[in-house]
């Protein structure tokens, strides 16, 4: 089975600085895709950015971007130059990759990490 | 384009009372997932549909939730009779199907915030 680990309940940093959100997960999948979603305070939530396990590029969406480790099980999300909007709770998620045009799968999500952008 | 539509958007019911949950998802979407997010953790997956087939239910509470998507479309969640653990979020999302396969974004609705009282 596979799990998903954010260590970090709570975070915070200053407007314009650079913080990191750890990610760490457990499968014995070789194909599955890697996401980080942002739930801001009495909104949807929404995909940040997006990892497919077979490209070693990390993933890059303005001012996120992700460290993926592949071998460590391991995918942190950077936010650039963070802004006040920023704050929110941040779901890391697993999705083993689906198979042929109708797959079926499901996202395994983290316990999330509180981000707190403070002015 | 219209996003996923929930509602009620908030309830509270006494125990051993029912209630439902209504979800329209994003035109065209073939995929419909019911998730619940107790405070404090992830959203666990209760339910998935693809079109008005169930994919995944196992971790659905038989007993007293019940989920159906008739036509494919729109979906409704009920819980028969509530307990206090059913406090939460209702998340419905919805994601489509692509030719090149299952498309991996999911696209989250508001979600219906539940207080068992």
């Known amino acids: 089975a596979q799990t998903v680990t954010q260590s970090q309940p709570e975070m915070s940093v200053q407007e314009a600085e650079t913080v990191t959100l750890s990610c760490t997960y457990d499968?014995?999948?070789?194909?599955?895709?890697l996401f980080w979603y942002k739930q801001p305070p009495s909104r949807q939530m929404i995909l940040v950015i997006r990892q497919e396990a077979y490209k070693q590029q990390n993933a890059t969406e303005n001012r996120f971007s992700v460290n993926f480790q592949k071998a460590a099980k391991s995918f942190s999300l950077k936010i650039s130059d963070s802004q006040l909007g920023d704050t929110a709770m941040y779901f890391c998620?697993?999705?083993?990759?689906?198979?042929?045009?109708?797959?079926?799968?499901?996202?395994?999500f983290g316990t999330g990490t509180r981000l707190k952008v403070l002015a | 384009e219209a996003g996923v539509a929930q509602s009620p958007r908030y309830k509270i019911i006494e125990k051993r009372q029912s209630v439902a949950f209504w979800c329209n998802p994003i035109s065209g979407h073939a995929t419909l997932y019911w998730y619940q997010q107790i405070l404090g953790q992830g959203p666990k997956l209760l339910i998935q549909f693809q079109n008005n087939g169930v994919v995944d239910d196992s971790q659905l509470p038989k007993d007293r939730f019940s989920a159906e998507r008739l036509k494919g479309v729109d979906s409704t969640l009920k819980i028969q009779p509530a307990k206090l653990e059913d406090s939460a979020v209702y998340l419905c999302?919805?994601?489509?199907?692509?030719?090149?396969?299952?498309?991996?974004?999911?696209?989250f609705g508001q979600g219906t915030r539940l207080t068992v009282v």
């Open positions: 999302a919805s994601s489509p199907i692509t030719r090149r396969g299952a498309d991996t974004e999911v696209f």
């Open positions: 499968t014995s999948e070789s194909n599955y895709y």
């Open positions: 998620a697993f999705m083993k990759r689906p198979f042929g045009t109708s797959g079926t799968y499901k996202y395994i």
